[in-house]
């Protein structure tokens, strides 16, 4: 999980937005960026398609770096 949110800031500061830009480009709150960023907090639905455009990804990728999940033995989420 901590790589996740390792790439979601470098992702933002690799498109060249400060977190205050980053939520300013979103209207969200800074603070709701920063707990993205510190994994107290994800995105909603919603947003996600805005933040995958903002930080140049597809849509479903950003909503997966969302989402918990977990592999069994096989390899396979639950």
């Known amino acids: 999980m901590a790589l996740r949110r390792r790439?979601?800031?470098d992702r933002?500061?690799?498109q060249g937005y400060s977190q205050e830009e980053f939520a300013e480009a979103l209207t969200v709150?800074?603070?709701t960026v920063i707990r993205w960023?510190?994994?107290r907090a994800t995105p909603?639905?919603?947003q996600r398609p805005k933040?995958?455009?903002l930080l140049g990804?597809?849509?479903l990728r950003a909503g997966r770096a969302s989402r918990r999940r977990t592999a069994g033995?096989?390899?396979r989420a639950p």
Request: overall charge positive.
């Open 44 to 46: 909603q639905p919603h």
């Open 51 to 53: 933040i995958a455009g």
């Open 29 to 31: 709150a800074v603070s």
């Open 7 to 9: 790439r979601f800031a």
């Open 57 to 59: 990804v597809h849509p």
């Open 73 to 75: 033995r096989n390899g």
């Open 37 to 39: 960023e510190g994994g």
């Open 12 to 14: 933002r500061a690799s």
